[in-house]
């Protein structure tokens, strides 16, 4: 369940699992589990519970982080669904134009 290989067996598992040529994030390689999540929930309430501040403080910066990564790859894949309709096609060609018009002082 957890990788007992050390810091170095990790960063080796990011670089073999990209997708597109983008290394999958470190949370993404270590989300990779086989504990249910709805077992899971309850212990963490738990642990949470008993956490002293600073390791609360911890585990906030590193939902935080979470949160960035779900809305990166979110971004991500909107823009390469909106890159194969075309919507990008014409965008130099706007920007000349807007800065032709608008010329910057």
Do not use: C, W
């Not at 949160?67 to 060609?93: Q, S, T």
Request: overall charge positive; proline content about 6%.
């Amino acid at each position: 369940m957890f990788n007992t290989r050390g810091p170095k067996a990790v960063k080796h598992s990011v670089k073999r699992n990209s997708h597109n040529g983008v290394d999958r994030s470190y949370i993404e390689v270590m989300s990779v589990t086989n504990v249910e999540p709805e077992k899971l929930r309850p212990e963490l309430h738990e642990r949470i519970e008993q956490m002293p501040p600073a390791q609360l403080v911890l585990l906030h910066r590193i939902v935080l982080k979470l949160d960035l990564e779900r809305a990166a790859e979110d971004l991500h894949v909107a823009f390469d669904a909106a890159r194969k309709e075309g919507k990008f096609d014409r965008a130099d060609e706007i920007i000349r134009d807007v800065r032709a018009r608008h010329p910057y002082a």
